[in-house]
Structures are given as structure tokens and as C-alpha cells.
């Protein structure tokens, strides 16, 4: 019998794998697909990491401990893993992506620099932004190499005497007295603890977190710079842009893949399940997307490299769950990320293995309960 068994094994679960076998733990990874896919929420390159963090200033002790984990798995690997370019959070003077974005970094102590729109664009040349927008400009903000990290996690687990089964599909669990029974596609396996860090399946693994984690269709876009060194990881900060046009995050043009730009809600595409998701990437997706490059990137607005589409699976006020699984004592779940949670990896890894391991939290976890929705919120959508 495995002390746990992790279910799903994209950036939360490879990290929750790797943090559980280094801490001497008995665990066994379930995944579906592959490891690393291009099926769920960590595939497309890269993803942004942001230590300013306008969703909230509770956000920024976790951050500062994932930054410590993301480097922790550079050195243990070798791989790069994480590359620091700066970031801007943009938007109006009295938009939240600026206020909150402003809080976070004056609660915390973190170097920051306030910037009227067009001087934040004499600075990075590959921008374009209106004087009507402002910019917060931190330092320690870059994008991390997502798929390589779901590998380098993958692999250390394993390395330290965790089992990792790919291609196998979760059908249900149940518990049996004191332990809990996974059944697969491949026959059950028993573990003392369940870790679901199922992302956008997350639903259909834990029926009761269903109404509260909902996938929708997402899509990035890869354009071919017109002026390539002005956008290098050396010359332009990410991006999270509140705009007249949506809310933007971009990343720079990184081993020559093209400028990479998104749009959060995207289409508005909620899914009622993952298998709803249309991979297909259309006309229609790639204009709501060019608008913003042409109107705030316009030396990016070059021919389209590629589109993927993926999924962000969010909760009804758009934070996280990082808790037990409703009634249950040695459930764990950790899901809801709606778009912005693949920075954390590495540190929700740990939080998991601590919940697991009755080790007490080491950070404040309560804006990340299950409970909450148990009560009512309200969607922010």
C-alpha cells in the first residue's frame, strides 16, 4: 500500500509527486495522457510568473516560496527553468491590475516603479501603450519553461523512488476503512492518502468539486516579430494588461518561438466537461488576439507562427483550493487555478505533501479553503 497516490500529473501533480518522494513518502503518480502533454493547462512553452501580484497580496508569501522551489529544481536537474525578464502589470491608474498590482508590492517590501504608458514604452521598445494606461514595473517578474518543468519534476520524483504509471485513466475512488481505493483502467491501487491535481478533469475525478472548477477553452497565439531584438527575453518585460480590449499576458519571443500573447476568458468559452474542448484553432480566435497585438505591439504584428488552445479551470471567485476534499480527512485536493496558478507549481507541490504528511501548513491558507463556496460567492465573471 502507497502512502498516497497522486492523481494527475501535469505541473500541481509532478510537483506533488517530487515533494512527497523527497520527503521519504511512499507515492504512486496516475496520469492519462503523457508526461508532459499537450492535453490539459501546462502545455504551450512557457508561463508567466508575476512576484507583484494584483489578484491579492495574500499571493506574495507563496510566491517568494516558489520562486525558491522553482529555483530548488534548476539545481537539482540542471534544466533552466526559470528566466527573469521583469514584468509590467498594465492597465488603467485606478484599474485593479495597477492598484492591487501596487499593493502587493508596497505590503511586501518589493522594489517596484510606476510608469506612465508612454514612458513605459520609450523603456521597452516592443511596446506601444496609450498615455490613458499605467504601468507597474517589477523587477523580479519572467516566465518559466512549463512543460520542461512538469519533465524535470516528473523525473526527480521518480528519482526519488516515486512510481509514475502514464496512460492510465482514473475511473473512481472510493474509501474502504482507513484507506482509500483508486480504481483505473489498469486495476486499483490502494494508498493511506489521495492527492487530485486533476486540472481541468478535476470535475470528473471528484464529482462534489464539479460545480466549483470549471473548464473553459483558452488560446495563445505565437507571432513572427517584425523587429526581433525588441523583443527578446533581454529587452521586453511579460505582461498582464487590463486594456479597453480585455486583459492580456504576453511573454517574449523565447528560443526564437515568436512573441506569445493570450487573452484571459478568451472567447468566453465555459465547457460543461474537458472532452468538450474544440482544439481547433479558427479565424475568430486569432483576430480577438491580433486586435491587441496591432493596438499594443504593433512591431510584433508579423506572420502567425502557431495557436494552441488549453483550458483554465476556474472557480467562482477566480481563487484557488488548496484543501481537503469535502467530508473527507485524507483527500486533498488541489485545483480552481483560473488561469494563473502554473507560476505556483512548485510550491502548492509542497503544500500538498505537508497536507498529506500532517505537517503544518507553513503558510496561510485560508483564502484557499474549500469551504468558502459552501457558503456562496460570488462569481467575478
Known sequence: MHDAIVVGIGGMGSSTLFHLADSGARVLGLEQFGVPHAFGSSHGSTRIIRLAYSEGA??????????????????????????????LDIGPAGSQTVRGSKQSCLRHGLHFEELGGREASRRFGGYDLPRSLRAIYQPDGGFLMSESAVAAYATAAVGCGAELLAGVRVSHWERVGSRIVVWTDHGDFTAKNLVITAGAWTGEVGPALRSW?????????????????????????????????????????????????????????????????????????EEVLREAVREYFPLADGPTRRMVACMFTNTPDEHFILDRYPGERDVFVAAGFSGHGFKFCSVVGRVMADLCLGVEPRWNLQRFGAERFSVGVTDTR
Open 213 to 285: 472548477c470549471r473548464p473553459e477553452r483558452q488560446v495563445m497565439l505565437w507571432t513572427e516579430p517584425l523587429s526581433s531584438d525588441l523583443f527578446s527575453p533581454e529587452h521586453f518585460p511579460v505582461f498582464n494588461m487590463e486594456s479597453p480590449l480585455g486583459r492580456f499576458y504576453g511573454v517574449p519571443n523565447c528560443g526564437q518561438e515568436g512573441f506569445k500573447i493570450g487573452k484571459f476568458h478568451h472567447l468566453e468559452q465555459s465547457l460543461a466537461g474537458p472532452s468538450e474542448l474544440d482544439r481547433e484553432c479558427a479565424e475568430g480566435d
Open 58 to 87: 495574500e499571493y506574495v508569501p507563496l510566491l517568494r516560496a516558489a520562486y525558491h522551489h522553482w529555483r530548488e529544481l534548476e539545481g537539482l536537474t540542471g534544466e533552466e527553468i526559470l528566466h527573469v525578464t521583469g514584468g
